[in-house]
Nanobody, 127 residues
Framework: QVQLVESGGGLVQAGGSLRLSCAAS????????MGWFRQAPGKEREFVAT????????YYADSVHGRFTISRDNAKNTVYLQMNSLKPEDTAVYYC????????????????????WGQGTQVTVSS
């Protein structure tokens, strides 16, 4: 049973920073791509960032490129999302997700590519 547990959300002023963490358990974490998605009230869940299994490459949504950084520590079974220069429009529930595709190097930006999801962590950015 794969489990993903996010932490690190909270309330921050515009221009501030937060770092989200997602701890994984239940299988070999290092062999699978990980992603971050977010969902704002009244909107569909959207892709934020993804990182390949080895951690060597990452891909970002245009809306966060240059401000957010995804990384992973395979020794700690944890993926991170460092969020800088936060804007009110970044306010959402943030979810981490894991694929079932073994050692895939493609960038997976669709929610349907991910089989396992965390419970989400709220990020609120005040203006």
């Amino acid at each position: 049973q794969v489990q993903l547990v996010e932490s690190g959300g909270g309330l921050v002023q515009a221009g501030g920073s937060l770092r989200l963490s997602c701890a994984a358990s239940g299988r070999t974490f290092s062999s699978y791509a990980m992603g971050w998605f977010r969902q704002a009230p009244g909107k569909e869940r959207e892709f934020v960032a993804t990182i390949v299994w080895s951690g060597g490459n990452a891909y970002y949504a245009d809306s966060v490129h240059g401000r957010f950084t995804i990384s992973r520590d395979n020794a700690k079974n944890t993926v991170y999302l460092q969020m800088n220069s936060l804007k009110p429009e970044d306010t959402a529930v943030y979810y981490c997700a894991s694929t079932q595709a073994y050692m895939v190097t493609a960038y997976l930006t669709k929610s349907g590519s991910y089989a396992y999801w965390g419970q989400g962590t709220q990020v609120t950015v005040s203006s």
